[in-house]
């Protein structure tokens, strides 16, 4: 644990104010849920709750087999990192942070099938330079809320995602959507 020198006093009605700068660099926004967790030496632990990254094992599974059925990367990813990958190279993308533009483009429900020159392209990872020459990225949706996204990524230039692609990954998102319904 890191110390951050803020103190903060708890109100009358029992609530404390997470400071700014901690929210920014946390990612966490206005009706985001939090998971506490207390130990035995009153040490009080606030954690961004991720419906899919508590998937963990189930997610890293169905990322594989949808690698395998596609012939691409395959990402899984909450409202802030990815929880899930398979394909050449994800090794160290697990719990790397999604970027800006992927984050706008799931909180607005886009679904994406672009080229690296199409306009509609964006990167997926936050501050990491990307070789991906395709994608094809679904929100997931349940009940009303967005939790994540399905990505399908290509490296391979002359590999444009078409329709099958599409609708395998949206597949995928309506599943995992389902999934987290129960």
């Known amino acids: 644990m890191k110390a951050t020198g803020i103190v903060r006093r708890i109100d009358d009605l029992g609530r404390v104010v997470i400071p700014k700068e901690i929210r ?37 599974q169905y990322a594989e087999s949808l690698s395998q059925v596609s012939g691409h990367i395959s ?34 429900r ?24 395709s994608e094809v990225i679904i929100p997931i949706i349940t009940q009303g809320d967005v939790l994540g996204a399905v990505i399908l990524l290509s490296t391979r230039a002359d590999d444009n995602m078409s329709e099958v692609e599409l609708k395998l990954a949206q597949s995928a998102a309506d599943f995992l959507g389902k999934q987290m319904e129960n």
């Open 24 to 60: 920014r660099v946390m990612r966490i926004k206005e009706s985001d849920p939090l998971e506490i967790f207390t130990d035995h030496e009153g040490t009080i632990i606030l954690k961004k709750y991720s419906p899919i990254g508590e998937m963990g094992d189930f997610a890293k």
């Open 110 to 133: 886009e679904t994406i099938n672009a080229s690296r020159y199409d306009k509609n392209f964006i990167t997926v990872l936050e501050n990491e330079p990307e070789e991906y020459q």
């Open 75 to 108: 990402l899984i990813a909450d409202r802030d990192q990815f929880v899930a990958a398979s394909g050449s190279n994800t090794k160290n993308i697990v719990g790397k942070n999604i970027s800006k533009k992927l984050e706008e483009k799931m909180n607005s």
